[in-house]
């Protein structure tokens, strides 16, 4: 059974720095893909980058220049860090990680950037 464990979150101000990172345990087969999402209250949730088995990322328009993922495979592992954090980056960031047969998701950290 897999599970995805988020750490990392909590209270932030503007322009501050944070780092989420997400253990992924049981057995995730390769090829796959990492990826963080986030929820901020009243709003759907959204993607927010991802890297592939292989190391090429993707990142949303909004994050990119100022967030950065990493992986490594050998522990499972899938970090990111934030930097420049704005106000509008307050959410609940979603660990995700998918193959061709399934797609996992974490339960979620808060992290809130305050002014």
């Known amino acids: 059974q897999v599970q995805l464990v988020e750490s990392g979150g909590g209270l932030v101000q503007a322009g501050g720095s944070l780092r989420l990172s997400c253990a992924a345990s049981g057995n995730i087969f390769s090829p796959n893909t990492m990826g963080w999402y986030r929820q901020a209250p009243g709003k759907q949730r959204e993607f927010v980058a991802q890297i592939a088995s292989g190391g090429g990322t993707v990142y949303a328009g909004s994050v990119k220049g100022r967030f950065t993922i990493s992986r490594d495979n050998a522990k499972s592992t899938v970090n990111l860090q934030m930097n420049s954090l704005k106000l509008e980056d307050t959410a609940i960031y979603y660990c995700?990680?998918?193959?061709?047969?399934?797609?996992?998701w974490g339960q979620g950290t808060q992290v809130t950037v305050s002014s």
């Open positions: 995700n990680v998918w193959n061709s047969a399934n797609n996992y």
